[in-house]
C-alpha cells in the first residue's frame, strides 16, 4: 500500500497520468456526450472487444438505437444482429432486457446509484462503477484489465493479480490514486494508459511517464508482472454444415436459449466424430437435428474461427434432399425457416457461418439458385 510518506509519490503519478491523458486521449464517439446511456452502451461492447473496433460498431448503433426508450422497443432479432461479430452474444441480449426495465421503471434514464446499477441485467461491480464515475462523475475507482497491468508494475505486486488479497490491493492503491471531483477523467486516464503505454507483453517503458516511479522497471520485472495463470491449451474442433435450398429458399434454424450461440441463426451441422468424413457428418446432423434426408452436392469451403480457447474448423457443403420433403423436427433448435437471401442479411449468425454467408454472397451459381 501506499504509506504516508508517498502521498507526494501518489500525487505525482496522478498528475503524470492525467497529463498524458490530456495530450493523448483517443477521440472517442462517447467521449464527445457522456451520456450514461452513451457510456453504457459503450463499456458493454468494450467487454472482451479490442477498442479498435467498437467506435464503428457504437456509431451504428446509436444511428439505430439513439436513446433507450427506442432500443426498449426493438426486437432481439434487430438486437443481435447490430452486436454481430462483437461476440459474447449475451451482453446484448442483457442490454435489451436492462433497456426495458430502464424504460418501464426509470422514465428512459439509467440509475445513478450503484446499488441501481447493479440490479440491472448485465451490469457487474466493474460497468456500474465505469458508469456512475465517468457518466455522472461519481468519485468510484474503476479496475479493468489494464488498471490491473498498471498498478500492478508500479507497486511490484508479485502475488497473482486476479486472487482476491491482490484484487483488494489493487482497488485500495486505484482509491487512493483517484484525485476527487476528476473521477470521470483518471479512470480514463488510467485505463487508456495501459491500453497504450503499459502494454501486456511490449511496455512502452522508454516513452512512459510514469517509468521513475515505476517499481517493476527498477526491478527489471516489467514483462514477469502483472502475475497471471498459464494460458489453456487450445482445443481444436472439427465441423461440417450444409446450405440447403428448396423453392429458392435456405433453410435456417435459430439456435436454442440455454446453447453455445444462443438465439443466433445458423445453418444446421454439427461436430465431425471420429471415424466419420465431413460428407457423413452433415448428413448425419441434418437428419439428427432436423428429420430432413440429405446428401451432399457442392463442396464450399472450410472455414475457421476461435471463441475463448477453441479452435474451430467448419467445412461446409450445399446439400440437396434425398427423399420429398417431410415434416420437420427440431431436436437442436427452438425455429426454423425457409428464408430469402434478403432476410439471411438481416439475421445474426455465429462467426463461421458469418464467413459462409460472405462466400455464398460472392457466388453467381449460388445466388441464381434463390430467391434475393
Not at 461446409?316 to 427452438?334: F, G, M
Amino acid at each position: 500500500m501506499l504509506a504516508t510518506q508517498d502521498y507526494s509519490a501518489q500525487s505525482t503519478i496522478t498528475t503524470k497520468l492525467m497529463d498524458w491523458f490530456f495530450k493523448h486521449k483517443k477521440d472517442l464517439p462517447w467521449r464527445r456526450t457522456y451520456t450514461s446511456y452513451h457510456i453504457w452502451i459503450s463499456e458493454i461492447m468494450l467487454q472482451q472487444t479490442q477498442m479498435e473496433r467498437v467506435p464503428d460498431y457504437f456509431k451504428r448503433w446509436i444511428k439505430r438505437f439513439p436513446d433507450i426508450p427506442t432500443l426498449a422497443q426493438a426486437s432481439e432479432d434487430e438486437v443481435l444482429k447490430l452486436w454481430e461479430g462483437l461476440g459474447y452474444y449475451a451482453r446484448a441480449k442483457n442490454i435489451l432486457k436492462t433497456a426495458k426495465i430502464v424504460a418501464n421503471h426509470h422514465n428512459g434514464t439509467l440509475p445513478q446509484s450503484l446499488q441501481e446499477l447493479q440490479q440491472l441485467p448485465g451490469i457487474g461491480p466493474y460497468t456500474a462503477q465505469a458508469i456512475a464515475s465517468i457518466a455522472f462523475e461519481h468519485d468510484v475507482s474503476v479496475v479493468d484489465a489494464n488498471v490491473e497491468r498498471v498498478l500492478a508494475r508500479l507497486f511490484h505486486l508479485t502475488t497473482p493479480v486476479k486472487t482476491r488479497s491482490t484484487q483488494e490491493q489493487i482497488q485500495t492503491l486505484c482509491a487512493q490514486l483517484l484525485p476527487w471531483g476528476q473521477a470521470r477523467m483518471f479512470n480514463q486516464a488510467i485505463m487508456e494508459f495501459g491500453r497504450l503505454v503499459c502494454l501486456p507483453r511490449t511496455p512502452s517503458c522508454s516513452h512512459c511517464p510514469l517509468r521513475d516511479y515505476c517499481q517493476a522497471y527498477r526491478k527489471g520485472a516489467t514483462t514477469q508482472i502483472p502475475v497471471r495463470p498459464n494460458p489453456k491449451t487450445p482445443i481444436f474442433i472439427s465441423m461440417s454444415t450444409g446450405v440447403l435450398i428448396h423453392d429458392q429458399r435456405i433453410f435456417i434454424q435459430k439456435r436454442k436459449s440455454n446453447d453455445i450461440w444462443a438465439d443466433l441463426w445458423e445453418f444446421p451441422g454439427g461436430v465431425i466424430e471420429d471415424q466419420e468424413s465431413p460428407e457423413e457428418t452433415v448428413t448425419r446432423e441434418f437428419l439428427e437435428e432436423t428429420g430432413i434426408k440429405v446428401k451432399p452436392a457442392d463442396f464450399l469451403g472450410h472455414y475457421q474461427h476461435a471463441y475463448t480457447h477453441y479452435r474451430v474448423t467448419m467445412y461446409a457443403y450445399t446439400v440437396e434432399l434425398r427423399t420429398k420433403l417431410q415434416s420437420i423436427h427440431l431436436t437442436a433448435a427452438q425455429e426454423y425457416r425457409w428464408a430469402t437471401w434478403t432476410q439471411i442479411k438481416t439475421l445474426a449468425f455465429p462467426a463461421g457461418h458469418r464467413q459462409l454467408i460472405a462466400h455464398l454472397e460472392t457466388s453467381p451459381q449460388f445466388q441464381a439458385r434463390i430467391i434475393p
